[in-house]
């Protein structure tokens, strides 16, 4: 599939996928936020689990009786599950899907819910990794995010995980109004001096319809500026890459080989396969791609059909291009237009507009989103999709 150094030692199987949980339930519902969730501090795991084997067993999808690559159970917040719930659900994807012999298998986690009897059910299970909603770890930050945890509990809780051997994913929000270089600073260093082994740093963006939104309409409330936005990830790529973190995705900084598989794959254009509530899901077929949205909310626990479309194969490979460009590496060219069935003179005129505004660079056979434009990858998007 690829020759990307960001892939392991062993051989990645030609045929490798990745599969996606999505549990969509969280304990209050942060103001920025337009995932797909239900609030319920005390969720029906047991509902969520027999609904989800239904999806699987109805799908008529040879992919999920297959061994997946990796696996990412994310929402929503799988962790607000209670322990006993969190342990079923997780034994259920390890019995039906190898997960333990997966190359990595990850667990979206928030801070307030690393206890020791859900930490027990994440070892019991196998699971290799958890993602941290640490989102901040400055008091003011976590109040405007709407988080549950304070600083010292989001400290724990990455302490907490690794001393069990758990890999740790720090999520960090920036850009939020009012914070200053030196707070983000402060904030990074705590982060790093945890031994977080990843690091994703997203800009605070405020989706249309939340209650952030309607806060700021009313006046209450400031929005995040892009300046504001743009400096703080600008501080965090210093911060970050000075203490020896390699900035490999325009999102995602990892120590060592830490860096985010399932994740990769997405980016490299390896298939995925989602099951529960708005979970996304991505096959090729021949040169296209066949893709399918579960329906959201109440319309999947309805048992609603999903939503199907393919990508013929010139979508196809732009898609493919603007995703293998969010990796800092970028494109070994002769291999991604072998790949993508696309020649030379069709990349060229792909990225014409972006080499012209200086965002994208040729060197050595690959093409690179250009030395500190990465922060312009919308630009990017816009340009050769
Ligand atoms: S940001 Fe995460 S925890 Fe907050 S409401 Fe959205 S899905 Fe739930």
Do not use: K
Request: negative net charge.
């Amino acid at each position: 599939m690829s020759s990307s150094p960001l892939e392991p030692a062993a051989p990645v199987p030609p045929d490798a996928f990745g599969l996606y949980v999505h549990v969509p339930y969280c304990a209050r519902a942060c103001p920025y936020c337009d995932f797909d969730f239900r609030v319920d501090p005390r969720p029906d795991g047991g509902a969520l689990l027999e609904a989800l084997r239904r999806e699987v067993l109805g799908r008529d999808d040879a992919r999920l009786g297959q061994s997946p690559y990796t696996i990412y159970v994310g929402g929503g917040t799988p962790s607000v599950l209670s322990a006993e719930d969190l342990g079923a659900l997780l034994a259920w994807i390890s019995s039906t899907w190898s997960a333990r012999a997966c190359a990595e298998w990850t667990v979206e986690c928030n801070p307030e819910h690393i206890d020791p009897a859900r930490l027990e059910s994440l070892q019991r299970a196998g699971v290799h990794r958890i993602s941290l909603g640490v989102q901040s770890l400055d008091p003011v930050g976590l109040r405007q995010l709407g988080r549950a945890h304070d600083p010292d509990q989001a400290c724990e809780a990455v302490e907490a995980a690794q001393r069990l051997g758990l890999a740790v994913s720090v999520d960090l929000i920036v850009g939020w109004p009012g914070q200053t270089t030196e707070g983000l600073r402060a904030e990074l260093q705590r982060v790093m001096s945890l031994g977080a082994s990843h690091v994703s740093i997203y800009a605070l963006t405020i989706e249309p319809g939340t209650p952030w939104e309607r806060l700021a309409e009313r006046g209450v409330r400031r929005l995040p500026q892009v300046d504001d936005a743009a400096d703080a990830l600008e501080c965090c790529a210093a911060v970050l890459g000075g203490a020896g973190f390699v900035h490999y995705e325009v999102a995602s900084y990892a120590r060592g080989p830490a860096y985010a598989v399932h994740n990769t794959g997405y980016w490299l254009g390896r298939d995925y396969v989602g099951v529960g509530p708005s979970a996304a899901s991505a096959q090729h077929r021949g040169d296209g791609v066949a893709r399918r949205a579960n329906p959201r909310g109440a319309d999947w626990w309805a048992g609603e059909g999903a939503s199907v479309e393919v990508l013929d194969s010139e979508s196809a490979a732009r898609e493919a291009l603007w995703l293998s460009l969010r990796l800092l590496e970028g494109v070994e060219i002769d291999g991604f237009l072998r790949r993508v069935h696309r020649d030379r003179a069709w990349l060229d005129a792909r990225t014409a507009r972006a080499r012209a505004r200086g965002n994208i660079t040729l060197d050595g056979g690959r093409m690179r989103v250009a030395a500190g434009r990465w922060m312009h990858h919308d630009d990017i998007a816009a340009d050769v999709l």
